[in-house]
C-alpha cells in the first residue's frame, strides 16, 4: 500500500531514541526542554511547550487564554474535528466560517459579519500546508480585540511573507502525528511570544499544579499547589528525543514534498477533470497534503476505490465538521457553507511524503488518469 503520508525515520532518529532509553529520563528530563527550545528556535517564537498531541495542545491554548462557557471562536469546517471539538470541551461555541475555493483555507473577508460580543478568538487553519492570509485575520482580531490561535497542524516549515509559521499570532498550535510533517509517534506542541502565557501552559500541561520556590522554602519542599483544572499531558523524553532528531531534518523533508508537489503539477497541468491545489505568491507551503478535486464530484467515490483497489491509500480531507452527526446534533446542519460543501464533494489527497519513491508517484500518476478516464 502507498499510504497518503507516512513518517520517514533514519538511524539517527533510532539512535537519539535509544539513547534517551538508556538514559535516565524516559519522562519530565532535558529532551523535553530541549525539543522546546529547538522548536521555537526553528519557527522564531520566544516560546514552545511540547504535549502529547495536536488536541491537546489545542485545549490548552485555548484554556491559556481564558476562553470559557459562553464564549464563541471562528474557524473553518474544513479541518480536522479536534480544532473545534477543544472549543466545545471548554464550553465554547465554534462558529464555522466558509472557505476561499482557491487555497480551501478561511475566507478572510467573511469572517467579520459572524464576530458577535460572545466570540474571543479566530482559529486559523493553514489547510493541507498552505498558510492562511494573515494580514488580514490579524486585522480583524485587532479591531475587535480577538486572539489568534493558529492551527498550524499541517505547517510546521511553512512560511507566509518571508516569516515561519509558529510565531506570526497568540498562539500557533502543531502536531507530531506520523503523518504530519515531523513525527514523535504522538505529539504536538503551542508556540508563543507570550511569557505569561508560556508559564501558564507548563502550569496546565500538569494537572495545574505549580511550585511556588518562596512557599516551598517557607513550608517544605514537598509543597506544591494546584491552580487550575488540568490533565497529565507531559510528553516523554522519548517522544521529543525522535522530534529533536525529526526536526534536524525537516528542512530535507520539506526540499523532497515540494519536489513531489512539482511532479504532481507537471504530470497532471493538462489534466482538466481534476482540479490542482493553488500556490499564492508570498507563501512557502509545506505539502503536508496534496489535495486535489474531482471535478466531476459524482465520479470521486469511482475514482477514490480505484486507487484504493489498486494499493493507492488515498484519503479525503475533510469531512466537513458541520456534517458530523454529533455537530448536527448540536444544531449545526442548518447553516450552509457552499466552498465547504463543494470542496468536499470532489476532494482527494493524493500520496505525498519524504520517501515516495519516482516510481511509486509514477504509478499514483498513472492510476489516477485511468480511474478518471473509467
Ligand atoms: C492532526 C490535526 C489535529 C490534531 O492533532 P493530533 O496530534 O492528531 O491530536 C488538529 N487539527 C488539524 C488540522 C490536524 O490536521
Redesign the pocket.
Known sequence: MIPYSRQSINEDDIAAVTAVLRGDWLTQGPAISAFEKALAEYSGAKFAVAVP????A?YIAYQALGLKEGDELITTPN??V??SNMALALGVKPVFCDIRSDTRNIDETKIEALITKKTKAIVP?HFAGHPCAMDAIQAVAKKHNLFVIE?A??AIGAEYRGKKIGSLSDMSVF???PV?PITTA???AILTNNEDWYKKMLILRTHGITKDPKKTEAIGKWYYEMVELGFNNRITDIQCALGLSQLKRLDGFQAKREAVANRYFEALRGESRVILPVRLPDIKHSWHLFAIQVKDSSKRKAVFDYLQKNGIGVQVHYIPVHFQPYYQKLGYGKEKYPNTEAYYAGALSLPIYPDLTRADQDFVIQKLVEALDL
Do not use: P, Q
Open positions: 498531541n495536536g488536541t491537546a489545542l479541518t480536522f479536534a480544532t487553519v492551527d497542524c499541517h502536531s507530531f502525528h504530519k504522538e505529539g504536538g
